[in-house]
């Protein structure tokens, strides 16, 4: 109802030929953002943060705007050149898929997939024995980059570091020591087995889908039998601290 009140007033004021008595008691933006919602509705945008704010200032008039409005009002949007979207679509791809190694190292590090699987001295591929929290157990196959090594060999990570924090895009982090790093780790159902820390970017013969995130996985084996080593398995991690 409201919004047909608000399309009947607008044209009503148009036609009255009387839209600066109405500027003057409100903001000039706001009246010509609702009469070019109503009189274009054809018009598309993409730009979502400034949609945002001005669905905001209709807010402000409207007190209370159903999802229909909201929608209907898109149109009124400031066009964003095409070369800025162009931009941000690239930026966005070129960002994707880089595995970051910040801090405490002499070489700060934004690896792509391809540059990862070219240190083909240090990749490592096994089956993982997995335990969680519930009892849950599983055997997957991963291949990776071993990251002490990346770290040691690559990144020249610095004697004074102490603490290893892999951190994913979702804000899930685990921290370790630099001996955890270092150490080889367990299979408690094949106990002849070890294990180093990787990054992993392929699981069980697949890659991961980037569409889904950063397509590197931490893995960790067990540290004795009975460790519930699941958790510790961070997907889609965006950036290696080093401190
Ligand atoms: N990025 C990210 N990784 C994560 C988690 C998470 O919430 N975010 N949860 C962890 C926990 S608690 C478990 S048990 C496993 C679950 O892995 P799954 O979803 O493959 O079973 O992922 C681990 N890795
Ligand atoms: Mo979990």
Known sequence: MKRILIILMALLLLLAGCSTSVNENSDIDNNEKI???????????TEGEIESEEDN??????????????????????????????????DEKNTKNLLKI??????????????????????FEADFYSLNSFGTTGYTYFKGIKLW????????????ATKISIIAEDGYKMEFTI???????????????KYP??????EDGEEYNTDEGAPYKLVVGQK?????????WVSNIDVILIE
């Open 179 to 193: 001996e955890q790093v270092q150490n080889e780790y367990i299979d408690e159902t094949n106990p002849e087995n």
């Open 35 to 45: 009469e070019s919602a109503t009189l274009k509705p054809d018009e598309k945008t």
């Open 224 to 232: 004795e039998a009975g460790d519930v080593n699941k958790p510790q």
């Open 57 to 90: 200032n209709i807010e402000q008039i409207t007190e209370e705007p159903t999802t229909e409005e909201l929608i209907t009002e898109e149109p009124i949007t400031e066009e964003p050149s095409s070369v800025e979207q162009t931009n941000n679509i690239d």
């Open 102 to 123: 910040e801090g405490l190292v002499e070489n700060e590090l934004s690896l792509s997939l391809d540059e990862l699987k070219a240190m083909t001295d240090i990749i």
């Open 197 to 202: 820390m990787i990054i992993a970017w392929e």
């Open 149 to 160: 090594n990346l770290l040691d060999e690559v990144a020249l990570i610095k004697p004074d």
